[in-house]
């Protein structure tokens, strides 16, 4: 039976000593969304074959990073006065 992603990512993280909770390890896009950006000379922590979610499920590389290797964006301003 194939492993979820969230196995994946769990058992990888494992053999790195690092305990995944679920919202500790997410891609650069996904820490994006959150606010976050990479900090920079960061190295990925994992880059995995996953799933894909979405209509065409496919496996994609996805290269992930720990909550430590990132930091709340600046926000820019949008209003111009």
Sequence with gaps: MPKSNHEIITQAAARKGFTYD???????????????????GQKAF???????????????????????????SKVKSLITV
């Design 46 to 72: 994992l880059t995995l074959r996953l799933e894909s979610s979405g209509v065409n499920k496919r496996l994609r590389t996805f290269v992930m990073f720990r909550s430590d290797q990132v930091r709340k």
């Design 22 to 40: 679920g919202n500790n390890i997410r891609t650069v896009g996904e820490w994006k969304e959150l606010g976050y950006s990479i900090i920079k």
